[in-house]
């Protein structure tokens, strides 16, 4: 009799694992899961080999996308702030003075922001982030790209790539020539590079693109000239590499778009050369940018850096102006910093986004996925 009994459990046991979700319909439990916030995925994930291998199949991703459940996602590589009950720590303070605190380099991180619930993470991975990568987003995957090795402080050609449903860091295959402050921007599947400096701060004309599901790069023909601090942005399926200067333009902190974007078939910019300026359209080859919109205010362009959101808005995070920055320290609710904005580009609205004194660093560059 207990022989019986024990098969019978284990029968049990075994339809209950063939079940999503026991007593509902592998249909139903599956929209039931696809609702769940991305940022439970990884508890998802320990819960069975069923529920691992749902949430990580492109076909789930597509059903959220399907049913209005995904989420969009920025992730930034993002200057650390030490934080102390939200106020600071002792080493921050000591950088502010000019302490020994402000000798050592920053640290970085890959910062993620949820646009949908307007919550904040810091990603964790394992090694640190160099200073100065670039971030692009293709597909469900994150990838970061060259920078400042934090220990040499020499240019990397270092590739690494997260899989935004398996949770799951790979080592890419590295770039063909170590670069940073590059323009960098994801276009129809592929990762695009150009321009930058080497490690003898040697302006560059070189370009190549990454495939990530080859892991493999590609050379590109030169560019016609050398581009130092360039930025990077995809429209109409090309890869553009804007504003910049060459080898002797190093240090003269020329005019130039401080950061540029694309939305709605047309190419934007947000300030210009000494942290003035506003929004501006770029209106076509000879013509140049007009002026479309005001910048917000508290907001200052001069550090900014912009990404294109799904429906047609852009992320900013930008340094604020300084009496906003000391209203807030008067406040106690972090000051001094960064802190993000979003642009509805059609009616021209600014919103401020809430950003928590953990998140308030320097952000050199940024990619949003939906997911």
């Known amino acids: 009799m207990r022989g019986r009994e024990k ?43 069923r529920w691992r291998d749902l949430v990580t199949a492109p076909s789930f991703h597509r059903h959220r996308e399907r049913i209005g459940v995904a989420e969009d996602m920025i992730f930034l590589v993002q200057a650390v702030v030490p934080v ?31 646009a949908t619930l307007g919550s904040w993470h810091r990603v964790v991975t394992p090694e640190p982030v160099p200073l100065f990568a670039q ?5 469900r995957e994150v990838v970061l790209l060259g920078g400042w090795d934090r220990a040499s402080l020499e240019p990397t050609a270092e590739v690494r790539v997260l899989d935004l449903a398996t949770g799951g860091w790979r080592r890419g295959a590295a770039m063909n020539a170590a670069r940073s402050f590059f323009a960098c921007a994801a276009v129809e599947g592929r990762v695009y590079v150009a321009g930058g400096h080497d490690g003898q701060k040697n302006a560059l004309r ?11 790069w590609s050379a590109l023909p030169e560019m016609g000239e050398e581009r130092d601090e360039c930025r990077g942005v995809a429209a109409g399926g090309r890869f553009w590499a804007v504003s910049g200067y060459g080898t002797e333009g190093q240090g ?21 050369g000494g942290g003035v300026g506003g929004v501006r ?11 479309v919109a005001p910048l917000p205010g508290g907001m200052r362009p001069c550090a900014a850096t912009t990404v294109s959101c799904a429906g047609g808005g852009v992320f900013v995070v930008a340094a604020q102006a300084q009496a906003l ?5 008067e406040a106690e609710v972090g000051g001094r910093g960064h802190r993000g904005w979003t642009l509805e580009v059609g009616p021209q609205r600014w919103t401020r986004v809430g950003t928590p004194v953990g998140f308030t660093g320097f952000v050199f560059s940024a990619a949003a996925v939906r997911i």
Not at 25 to 43: E, K, Q, W, Y
């Open 7 to 49: 098969r019978g459990r284990g029968v049990e046991g075994e339809e209950c694992c063939k079940a999503l979700i026991p007593g509902l319909p592998d249909d139903i439990a599956s929209d039931c899961l696809a609702r769940v916030p991305l940022r439970f995925h990884p508890g998802l994930r320990l819960v069975c080999p």
């Open 84 to 114: 102390d009950n939200g106020r600071g720590s002792d080493e921050g303070e000591e950088e502010r003075k000019g302490g020994a605190a402000a000798c050592r380099p920053p640290v970085y991180g890959l910062s993620a922001y949820n």
């Open 135 to 139: 971030v692009a987003a293709v597909g």
């Open 206 to 216: 070189s370009a190549e693109s990454y495939d990530p599901a080859a892991d493999a």
């Open 252 to 272: 003269r902190f020329a005019g130039g778009a401080a950061c540029v974007w694309v939305s709605g078939g047309r190419m934007w910019s947000l300030g210009g």
């Open 281 to 291: 359209e770029y209106e076509g080859s000879g013509k140049g940018w007009r002026e």
């Open 325 to 329: 920055a000391e209203a807030e320290a």
